[in-house]
């Protein structure tokens, strides 16, 4: 049986995701989870670039 890497559970299926620039195999929770998760980090990451003025930096 496959590992997940993020939850460490055994899964009939992993799927690849790509998280912080890396793939990885994790479960349907996890890609979902992680997905989710790198919403909200892009987001939070220019909300961050508003409030510091850093704005028209990109
Ligand atoms: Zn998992």
Do not use: F, H, T
Request: hydrophobic share 35%; with cysteine.
């Amino acid at each position: 049986m496959p590992i997940c890497k993020s939850c460490e559970d055994e899964v009939d299926e992993l799927v690849s995701v790509k998280a912080g620039g890396r793939r990885v195999k994790v479960c349907e929770d996890c890609a979902e989870r992680l997905a989710e998760e790198a919403e909200i980090a892009e987001m939070s990451e220019s909300a961050i670039q508003d409030m510091m003025g850093y704005k028209g930096r990109r």
